[in-house]
């Protein structure tokens, strides 16, 4: 690890030391580092690959699945829409989103959903480029969501051709025909799919994720709003309490020490109730991203 990495990784490190991020449960904070020199650019679909929220299936790996898991009409249509992809887009790509590895000291090292639970396939995502230049990627949405704020936000394309929006509007009548099923009942979907379009690999993901409720993206001051009123709760020469300085200065920290700052969160709908995964990063000089992880639920 490059010193100046290392260096902001421990700051943070220690500005974070035995504080908690409160909503109904109190989790740590934990200390984490993405270096473009070992790992690649960063991207969200990357970052989800290391962390091992996306597993990739090859086609027939993913319809073999399908035929395990769905009823004999959705088959039928998923294996319509593999074959719709495969002869139309280049650079097919499917993945299965679920949850990330977490650090033990988040949520006990478990997750919301029994592990019994938790089979090979879960929300199934597909992107791919199409003949003019676009990417698309598909996915069923979430039952409930957040959005993204509006300064994250990847835009629509100025423009579509012909063929694209022909190659869409086939994908949307597959798509509204299938309603994908979990294995577990507690993570709710919608019957409906989002499709997205973008210029580059590196946001389709990213964008897909988003409008399709799975994940927002926020800037470090809402992620630590509750700062302003607890400073409301005290008078101006009153001394602070420990845990409360820390949050000022790892706010402060993300906006003098790093760029680029914004909070990625997961967010979970299960059994209608929240369990969110909170990345807060920024990138160093260098183009290292680093920053804590944290969680938080409402069970």
């Not at 973008?198 to 509750?226: D, P, V, W, Y």
Request: proline fraction near 5%.
């Amino acid at each position: 690890m490059k010193p100046q990495t290392q260096q902001i990784v421990a700051n943070l490190a220690e500005i974070t030391n035995d504080l908690y991020y409160s909503l109904v449960g109190d989790e740590p904070y934990v200390t984490i580092c993405w270096e473009i020199e070992e790992k690649g650019e960063f991207s969200v679909e990357n970052f989800l690959l290391d962390n091992q929220a996306l597993t990739p299936f090859a086609p027939e790996d993913f319809l073999n699945q399908i035929q395990q898991t769905q009823s004999q009409p959705v088959i039928e249509h998923y294996q319509n829409l593999i074959a719709l992809l495969q002869a139309n887009l280049s650079e097919l790509t499917i993945y299965s989103y679920g949850f990330p590895e977490l650090p033990s000291d988040l949520f006990n090292g478990d997750l919301p959903i029994e592990a019994s639970e938790l089979q090979p396939l879960l929300i199934p995502m597909l992107i791919g480029l199409s003949p003019a230049g676009e990417w698309i990627g598909l996915a069923p949405k979430q039952k409930l969501g957040y959005k993204s704020s509006p300064r994250f936000a990847i835009g629509d394309l100025e423009s579509v051709g012909e063929s694209t929006t022909a190659l869409v509007e086939q994908i949307q009548s597959l798509t509204c025909q299938i309603e994908h099923k979990l294995s577990t009942r507690s993570w709710k979907l919608k019957n409906s799919w989002e499709v997205v379009l973008t210029a580059s690999r590196t946001s389709i993901i990213e964008k897909l994720l988003s409008q399709a409720g799975f994940i927002s993206i926020e800037e470090i001051n809402k992620f630590l709003r509750s700062i302003e009123s607890e400073l409301e709760e005290f008078e101006e020469e009153e001394e602070l309490p420990t845990d409360l300085q820390q949050k000022i200065e790892l706010r402060e920290y993300f906006q003098s020490q790093l760029l680029n700052s914004r909070v990625y969160n997961l967010d979970y709908n299960i059994s209608g109730e929240s369990f969110t995964i909170h990345y807060a990063l920024g990138q160093n000089e260098d183009g290292d991203w680093m920053g804590v992880v944290t969680d938080s639920f409402t069970f």
